[in-house]
């Protein structure tokens, strides 16, 4: 099946109701422990809800407005989304604004920015929407989409959709607190879900499901939307659920026969802490073809680990699948799986200098973790400064170009031009800045870390994701938290430690975790610590995706907006922290 043959998402959908009509498409379980804790739907009644959703749309909409999608985990969401699309008008999936003044900012800029003319929700969540709503004075109408006089699907006109017309305005994660519309339209959305088709050898018969938000890229494109592109399957499980019991997401696996789900590094991470073998001892995993692993740096060990300690299901590290991907580029870049990922051992030192060199035998060691070839992408690694092409073995920031690449983002013609629009120093172009470092190796890519979260200290090039890994490895109250490293200038560039921890402590067991930290950082990284701040379980923000959010939290440190259990800093720090709250 080649997906990108479809005139558009619409007519694909369409076609699977007709000749796939009483096919199993969705299922959400909503209870883990009953048996009949589970409601599905089929292609045909999928379709019929859409259309029911649209007519509603259709009647208070024009093509191309923008409906704001505020649904909790569940069907609704799924329903709503493909109303928008049989309506001709834009989703703009969102989380719920949340009890926290920073999760509603978030969600009102969201939708001051992308103009929408209607908030979609489910009838548990109309009343919290329309009260933030009132709060915020935006005048927007909301409704649930499941009540059962919502809309009448015999009312529903077919738009004319086409591959260009827009489908959704995916909002990036927000890690420097400026959302922005990633604008996908419906070429982008078939195109990608044929590039992970084809990357990975998924066919109608692979069962999709997870609990990935389906407001997130990796929820909603990478996982729910190839499953019915392909006229597969997907089911669907509560974030909270997992995280509150992660072996729930196993089981469904298990249950369900699933052979693609994806998460993030740290939900594998979370399984291999939380998951008891007692649970372990009731899974069968083997079925499990394509445990992708992507939107965050992924650990060599804890690919390494999950695959030793689940081997007792039937799991074989040739079914963990590392990925790269990010929402401009709609969802997937590269992926590969059939084999055990590759790993490669590289001297740290020479990384600093942008090149990938074997370790010294008794030297330090950094592992980086393959994620598959880039199969419909024009890749290129490059130096960002001078923006010279780099050639293979040399790290340097990806820039792609392929029908994958979304237009551009909604509204903001100068980012788009500076992201979307780039050319190298040749002149060749346009092509897609990720903002991520990375390097090829024998037409493998290895992503190396972030343009922004890349620390430069005393002339060093740091990663502050490795030196969050190896405190969490080294140091056991800080285990499955949450933290993140950052460089302050006083004057020069020094960096600074803000994290998690978990437990009953004194203070004077909080100040030997510091110097031990400290220690740490020292021994693995060879450079001093200006300061550590310990916090309670929580506070460091992250985005949607689980992304911590470092330049946000390096903010709220200079602020003096932390409330640490803990704090120990360099006097040239605490003048700094002064003068920016000043």
Avoid at 214 to 234: A, R
Wanted: proline letters at 6%.
């Amino acid at each position: 099946m080649n997906l990108t043959l479809e005139p558009s998402v619409l007519h694909l959908l369409r076609r699977h109701a007709d000749e796939r009509a009483d096919r199993t498409a969705v299922t959400f379980v909503h209870d883990h422990e009953a048996p009949d804790g589970a409601q599905s739907l089929t292609y045909a009644e999928l379709d019929a809800e859409a259309r029911r959703v649209a007519s509603w749309l259709q009647e208070r909409c024009a093509p191309g407005d923008r409906a704001l999608l505020l649904h909790p985990a569940g069907l609704p969401f799924v329903t709503a989304f493909l109303g928008c699309l049989y309506a001709g008008v834009a989703a703009v999936p969102s989380p719920m604004p949340g009890q926290f003044q920073y999760q509603q900012r978030r969600v009102t800029k969201i939708a001051r920015d992308a103009s929408v003319s209607v908030a979609l929700t489910d009838t548990g969540q109309l009343a919290e929407a329309r009260q933030w709503i009132a709060d915020t004075g935006l005048e927007l109408p909301a409704a649930a989409s499941d009540a059962p006089d919502f809309g009448d699907g015999v009312n529903w006109r077919r738009p004319g959709a086409t591959a260009e017309d827009l489908a959704l305005l995916q909002y990036t994660s927000g890690s420097t607190g400026d959302p922005k519309g990633v604008m996908v339209n419906h070429a982008n959305l078939l195109h990608n879900a044929d590039s992970l088709r084809g990357a990975l050898g998924l066919t109608e018969e692979t069962n999709f499901g997870g609990w990935i938000p389906l407001y997130h890229d990796m929820g909603l494109m990478g996982q729910l939307l190839p499953g019915l592109f392909l006229g597969s399957n997907c089911t669907l499980m509560s974030p909270m659920a997992f995280l509150k019991r992660p072996h729930h997401w196993l089981a469904l696996i298990d249950r369900y026969d699933i052979g693609f789900s994806a998460a993030p590094n740290f939900a594998y991470d979370l399984c291999l802490r939380r998951v008891t073998d007692a649970q372990i001892s009731g899974l069968d995993l083997s079925r499990w073809q394509y445990a992708a692993n992507g939107s965050e740096p992924i650990q060599a060990s804890t690919l390494r680990e999950f695959a030793q300690r689940f081997a007792p299901t039937g799991f074989r590290a040739e079914q963990l699948a590392p990925c790269y991907g990010m929402a401009e580029a709609t969802v997937f870049i590269s992926g590969r799986s059939t084999r055990p990922p590759r790993i490669r051992a590289v001297d740290p030192q020479a990384l600093e200098k942008h090149l990938v060199q074997d370790p010294d035998t008794a030297g330090p060691v950094r592992e980086l973790v393959g994620c598959g070839d880039v199969p419909d992408f024009d890749v290129r690694i490059v130096d960002a400064e001078g923006r010279r092409v780099l050639p293979d073995g040399t790290t340097g920031e990806i820039w792609l170009r392929g029908p994958s690449v979304a237009a551009g983002y909604w509204g903001r013609p100068d980012a788009t031009e500076e992201t979307f629009q780039a050319r190298t120093a040749d002149g060749d172009g346009p092509y897609l800045r990720t903002g991520d470092l990375g390097v090829l190796l024998d037409g493998e890519l290895y992503v190396t870390g972030r343009t922004k979260d890349l620390l430069i200290v005393h002339g060093r090039n740091l990663y502050p994701h490795d030196i969050e890994h190896e405190l969490r490895l080294r140091h056991a109250p800080l285990a499955a938290l949450a933290g993140t490293a950052f460089t302050v200038p006083v004057p020069q560039e020094e960096v600074v430690v803000v994290h998690e921890v978990r437990g009953r402590f004194s203070q004077e067991q909080l100040r030997e975790l510091a110097i031990g930290m400290r220690a740490t950082v020292h021994q693995e990284f060879g450079v001093h610590t200006a300061g550590i701040v310990l916090l309670r379980p929580g506070t460091v923000r992250k985005t949607t995706s689980g992304k911590v959010q470092r330049a946000e939290m390096r903010g709220l440190f200079l602020e003096g907006a932390l409330a640490p259990l803990y704090a120990e800093m360099a006097p040239a720090v605490r003048a700094t922290k002064a003068g920016a709250a000043g």
